[in-house]
């Protein structure tokens, strides 16, 4: 009545073998993993915003040049159209007669705010798996 029971080994390939690791730990293995993975989003939202502050300055930088050839443009047109005179005529002038103190007025002009597409959908994913992440780590403390 000893009936010998075969007990059936899963046979594993050896090509998946390594995948099957012990973890002493494993909700803390866990918890470094989604923390790294948080730091890694916060590096890459952070550098998202390094990147459109660029491309802000860029723009700003396009505006300053065309304004400057503007300027310049309009100083030529302007000398063109003062008379001609010879600087030994009006040589009893200092230059701090001819340079007069002027004061600039700065006005504020509201620019319609242009989204730029990709970095900010990039940035919301970021936030939002950013935002998961943090979930996680909540339900696991």
């Keep these: 009545m000893n009936k010998k029971i075969v007990k059936r080994k899963l046979e594993v390939p050896t090509e998946h073998e390594t995948y099957f690791i012990y973890l002493k730990n494993p909700l803390e293995y866990r918890r470094q993993l989604l923390e790294s993975s948080r730091k890694t989003l916060y590096s890459l939202k952070n550098y998202q915003k390094i990147l459109l502050i660029r491309t802000k300055?860029?723009?700003?930088?396009?505006?300053?040049?065309?304004?400057?050839?503007?300027?310049?443009?309009?100083?030529?047109?302007?000398?063109?159209?003062?008379?001609?005179?010879?600087?030994?005529?009006?040589?009893?002038?200092?230059?701090?007669?001819?340079?007069?103190?002027?004061?600039?007025?700065?006005?504020?002009?509201?620019?319609?705010?242009?989204?730029?597409?990709?970095e900010k959908s990039e940035l919301e994913r970021l936030e939002e798996s950013l935002a998961g992440i943090e979930k996680k780590l909540r339900t696991l403390q």
Excluded at 72 to 85: A, E, Q, R, S, V
Excluded at 107 to 116: C, L, Y
């Design 57 to 118: 300055k860029l723009e700003e930088l396009h505006k300053l040049r065309t304004s400057v050839k503007e300027l310049l443009y309009l100083n030529k047109k302007f000398n063109d159209k003062l008379p001609k005179y010879e600087s030994k005529v009006l040589g009893g002038l200092n230059s701090e007669d001819k340079v007069k103190n002027v004061k600039m007025h700065v006005i504020n002009v509201k620019k319609p705010s242009t989204p730029v597409s990709r």
